[in-house]
């Protein structure tokens, strides 16, 4: 199965004089990847798709489901599941997606991807994982893209952005700008209607829902060769804005309005170094990342009655550094061995006025500082080509301190085992297990209130006396391919939780409200099913089918109630990190399929119903979305020009359910269930892209 493939590999290098990036595994390494758990996919696998970018390639690879990663503190396990030229991106706000579109797939030499581990490949904590290897080719590439989005309401939206790579030898410059506007796909228009414990009608209501966002980026990159090894730096400002209004036109019992005002101002700025050098099987990495961050929140809601007003104003700060050490000691052990250190920082002040009254929050203005090193060593052990094993261990200590508000000083110390195992019994069948001790992080958002007052009138406090969840967590996972692409994968998680973090009564001085806390234990059980297929044997020519479905069970016990629930919606595992990682379900579904005759691609993508509870200390709201249909077409009318159009979120029902009690729910009597069904008449895009080099 993978003979054509590897020929095409060889083929390829071959007919093309370039050679791999600085950064990519050395040449013997590569030699042997597809005894070790490697497939390697050259830009020939994807050559009827007519790709543009890195991410059009590593979105057709077979049996691979591409994470853009998460934004935690730190840099392990934050930047997703690809690695460029064996490394990671030293980069958060600047996401993976963004770094990948960024690549033409004329720099590209091949893709590998990476089941159970390879020789001077940092997996990320992951156990599948790509890695995209650039050539060195010299010369300036590029591209220009033109965006718009005629939105059925009459709103129109657009936006440029232009990408920039120019290599000379072993030095790189890339340059990238992004400006432009667009809409919220969860915002619609629909009806609302409030019925008291016994359903009779309180409130009828039409809702007029209106939301966009911008954004104004510049991206800029230098690699270089420095002092025997090689040097990277990137940098980022990323600025935008969103913006929201929320009509809520009453028609029972009395005829008037409310109206709903959301802002929020960010302003993103970064700067990551990486130093790495290979001395025969040595490997040595130096990681530098730096980023400010500061947002400005404002939420008003105005009623005949009653007038609430909400302003927060956040700034967040992050210095990480990271030594990485890799040895290949022999061609069946690997070793690594590394130290990571950061400094973040919060400085959080919050207001809240009601009939313009100012109205005290628990937890509104703190400052919060957290100090955290992390101590790693792996050890990647082949005993046969069929047969790898991986062991690790982890060892985390950090101090947060509270200032403000809430005073408080913590000491946290976590120690982090981890043993996988890979087996291929067979060329087209693998087995992979995995257990691990995980520590999720603190999300500083949980420190301090946030805007839901504005909306609810409950008091949503922060709290900085937070202990990250852990969880032990086993994995088992078998991996079938079949036909040319086809891949079929089947996992099973199951995760023992301890401190899980979720809503509950919080005593913050004086006051008693609904804040974020350490609840107990729990479990969470997870199973995962996906399909990459190709439809060639259903008379479906180059046209491929991808699904994923999961489901899951998670039990916590109620800090109100006292009585077993799920977890609230998000929630984040890891690592990786997964956030809404405990839906109960949801699946989706990819078609896509090449027309080489027209120079054209189709396709459709379907994402399942899915449900998010969250449980608070008055009230449970549930909501639900309802299937999401979107569907594409691209014509490349010359090699270097094409044009895609996207039918975007069409038929998007949401409906947001509140069920309300007139105090703790345990105590108090049922007041009201709030039920907003809104709907999304979804977006058309036009996307114009003009490549050259």
């Known amino acids: 199965m993978l003979a054509p493939v590897l020929a095409a590999v060889s083929a390829l290098s071959l007919a093309e004089p370039e050679t791999a990036s600085p950064g990519a595994p050395p040449p013997e390494a590569t030699a042997q990847l597809a005894e070790r758990g490697v497939i390697s996919y050259p830009p020939s696998f994807f050559a009827e798709v007519g790709p543009s970018t890195a991410l059009d390639m590593v979105q057709r690879l077979p049996g691979f489901s591409f994470d853009r990663g998460a934004a935690v503190r730190g840099l392990s396990g934050a930047g997703g599941n690809v690695l460029i030229d064996g490394e990671p991106p030293v980069s958060k706000n600047d996401s993976l997606e963004e770094i990948l579109r960024r690549i033409p797939v004329s720099s590209v030499l091949r893709i590998d991807v990476i089941r159970g581990g390879a020789p001077g490949i940092d997996m990320q904590g992951r156990t599948v994982i790509a890695n995209v290897i650039r050539k060195s080719s010299a010369g300036l590439k590029g591209a220009f893209v033109w965006t718009m989005w005629p939105i059925s309401d009459g709103r129109f939206f657009f936006g440029p952005r232009g990408e920039l790579q120019w290599r000379e030898g072993q030095r790189l410059v890339e340059l990238s700008f992004v400006i432009g506007k667009g809409p919220q796909e969860m915002a619609g228009d629909g009806t609302r209607i409030r019925v008291d414990a016994n359903g009779n009608t309180l409130i009828r209501s039409k809702i007029d829902n209106d939301a966009q966002g911008s954004r104004r980026w510049l991206v800029g990159a230098y690699e270089t060769p420095l002092a ?48 790495n050098r290979r001395a025969g099987p040595n490997q040595l990495d130096l ?7 500061k947002t400005d929140n404002y939420a008003r809601f105005d009623s005949p009655t009653l007038n609430r007003l909400f302003r927060n104003e956040k700034d967040v ?36 006025r009601i009939n313009n009254g100012l109205v005290p929050l628990p937890a509104a203005n703190v400052t919060v500082e957290e100090r955290r090193g992390e101590a790693f060593a792996v050890a990647v052990v082949r005993a046969s080509p069929q047969l790898a094993f991986e062991f690790g261990l982890r060892h985390e200590a ?3 301190t509270s200032s403000g508000d809430v005073a408080l000083e913590k000491s946290l110390s976590f120690t982090k085992p981890r043993a996988t195992v890979t087996w291929s019994p067979m060329e087209s069948l693998q087995v992979r297990a995995r257990i691990e001790r995980e520590v999720t992080q603190l999300n500083f958002d949980d420190f301090v209130a946030n805007n839901s007052v504005t909306q609810t009138g409950a008091v949503a406090a922060g709290n900085p006396d937070l202990s990250p969840m852990q969880a032990w967590v086993g994995e088992l996972a078998i991996e079938r391919r079949f036909l040319k692409s086809g891949v079929f994968t089947v996992t099973l998680r199951r995760s023992e939780l301890k401190d899980v973090i979720d809503r509950a009564p919080v005593s913050l001085g004086s006051v008693v409200a609904d804040a974020p806390a350490n609840i107990g234990d729990g479990w969470r059980n997870e199973l995962q099913v996906s399909l990459s297929t190709p439809l060639d044997g259903i008379g479906l020519k180059q046209a491929t089918l991808k699904a994923q479905a999961s489901l899951r069970q998670t039990e916590v016990t109620d800090p109100t109630t006292g009585r077993p629930r799920p977890i609230s919606a998000l929630q984040i595992f890891g690592p990786p990190p997964q956030i809404s990682a405990v839906r109960e379900h949801e699946w989706e579904l990819h078609y896509t399929q090449d027309l080489p005759y027209f120079r054209s691609t189709w396709g459709f993508d379907i994402f ?37 159009v996207e039918l975007q979120s069409l038929v998007r029902d949401t409906t947001r359910v509140r069920d309300v009690w007139s105090g703790p729910r345990n105590t108090a009597p049922l007041q009201y269930r709030d039920f907003r069904d809104l709907q999304y008449d979804g977006a058309i895009q036009f996307r114009l892209r003009k490549t050259f080099g």
């Open 398 to 400: 950090s101090t947060v």
């Open 317 to 352: 700060s992050e210095t990480v550094g990271r030594v990485h050490f890799r040895r290949t000691a022999s061609p069946t052990l690997n070793l690594e061995a590394g130290i990571e250190g950061a400094l973040n920082t919060l400085d959080s002040v919050t207001s809240l």
């Open 287 to 293: 990681v530098a990342f730096q980023q400010w961050n």
């Open 608 to 644: 399942g119903p899915y449900i998010d509870r969250y449980y608070r200390l008055t009230e449970i709201e549930t909501l639900k979305s309802g299937v999401v249909i979107q569907i594409f077409g691209e014509w490349k009318a010359q090699p270097d020009l094409s044009l895609r």
């Open 228 to 275: 025997g090894g090689r040097l990277r730096l990137n940098g980022a400002y990323i600025g935008g804005d969103a913006d929201g209004e929320y009509y809520d036109k009453i028609t029972y019992p009395s005829v008037y309005r409310e109206f709903q005002y959301f802002a929020e101002d960010r302003a993103q700025s970064e700067l990551g170094l990486r130093w």
